[in-house]
């Protein structure tokens, strides 16, 4: 395997694991694409040492994925690992020089996010009936924080009571990379909130998530995924209907009601404005659609 000829990767994982603090996600992804190109190395060009690789071999491997029909974003994904793992090499001494800084990433056609109208969202908590139980108490909570916070999927389900400041009505988010940032919930929200963890059926000392399933267990994420998924079909035909267009249904209609950009990317947890100039976009799109309805030269 790669990996034992390269023991840098293992110790490059351990870094990003340990000292960076990167989610599970994010370190399979890291493996897979390092173990991908060294095994690629290994089978081309006899297994060079780290320090002897070149920006061809790196080019060469991305040329057999444009091949293989491996779609832009994937190959964007797996330079970016590269770029990471020769940034710690350099750091630990491994290499002098990076080989990926004349290394180009391939254009992406940029999609808008899609998102559910306020309309519909309105539609949802004010019209559709959700079960009267633990259950159907749980689920309707779920997607109201999901829409009133941003939250990303994996916060939501490991957000603790502890997180939940009724004082200051708002919670503590704890984001990628272990970042942890302050979200506003409106009182009327956190009241319910409060509620939900008084009447919790199972008060298990060793789960302090705030959401719990009728035998008290922490959501699992498919479970989460379906309920959503669910809810949403009643009140949407958009195709993508999970936890994440929630989270761009939140940017969205900040932004449409004319919230700041930086307040936006602090709200969602960006690292970069970048990430969240995506939602001017459908400002944009909406500026567009009332022009064509109000002017009269349109």
């Known amino acids: 395997m ?5 023991p840098q990767i293992q110790s490059f994982l351990d870094y990003v694991k340990f000292e960076k603090r990167y989610s599970q996600h994010t370190l399979i992804s890291y493996q897979n694409d390092l173990e991908q190109f060294f095994a690629y190395l290994a089978s081309q060009f006899d297994a060079p040492p780290v320090d002897k690789i070149t920006p061809m071999f790196v080019r060469s491997w991305l ?9 832009s974003k994937t190959i964007n994904r797996k330079i970016s690992s590269l770029k990471s793992f020769f940034k710690y090499a350099m750091k630990t001494g491994v290499v002098d020089q990076s080989p990926m800084t004349t290394v180009t990433s391939p254009r992406i056609s940029k999609r808008l996010p899609s998102f559910v109208e ?4 309105a539609t949802l908590f004010d019209y559709i009936e959700f079960e009267d139980s633990w259950k159907g108490r749980t689920e309707k909570l779920v997607l109201q924080l999901f829409y009133n916070t941003g939250m990303r999927l994996s916060e939501l389900i490991n957000l603790k009571e502890s997180q939940l400041d009724p004082s200051h009505s708002q919670v503590k988010v704890l ?6 940032r302050i979200i506003p919930v409106s009182k009327e929200l956190v009241a319910a909130l409060q509620s939900y963890v008084s ?7 060793t789960v302090h998530t705030i ?12 479970t989460v995924y379906s309920f959503v998924n669910n809810h949403l079909a009643k009140v949407t035909t958009i195709q993508k209907k999970s936890p994440h267009i929630l989270r761009h249904s939140f940017a969205t209609h900040l932004m449409n009601n004319g919230a700041d950009l930086n307040a936006v990317k602090e709200l969602l ?4 404005l970048a990430a969240t100039q995506v939602y001017t976009h459908n400002t944009i799109e909406k500026l567009k659609d009332v022009f064509k309805k109000a002017h009269p030269k349109a």
């Not at 306020?118 to 969202?121: A, C, G, I, L, Q």
């Not at 984001?175 to 942890?180: D, L, M, S, W, Y």
């Not at 009447?199 to 000392?205: F, S």
């Not at 959401?211 to 498919?222: A, D, I, T, Y």
């Open 63 to 71: 040329a057999e994925m444009k091949e293989d029909a491996i779609s």
């Open 175 to 180: 984001g990628k990379g272990n970042k942890e």
């Open 211 to 222: 959401f719990v399933s009728e035998k008290g267990r922490s959501l699992q994420p498919r």
């Open 2 to 6: 790669p990996v034992t000829q390269y």
């Open 199 to 205: 009447d919790k059926p199972l008060k298990l000392e």
């Open 118 to 121: 306020e309309k519909d969202m």
């Open 269 to 272: 947890g960006h690292s970069s």
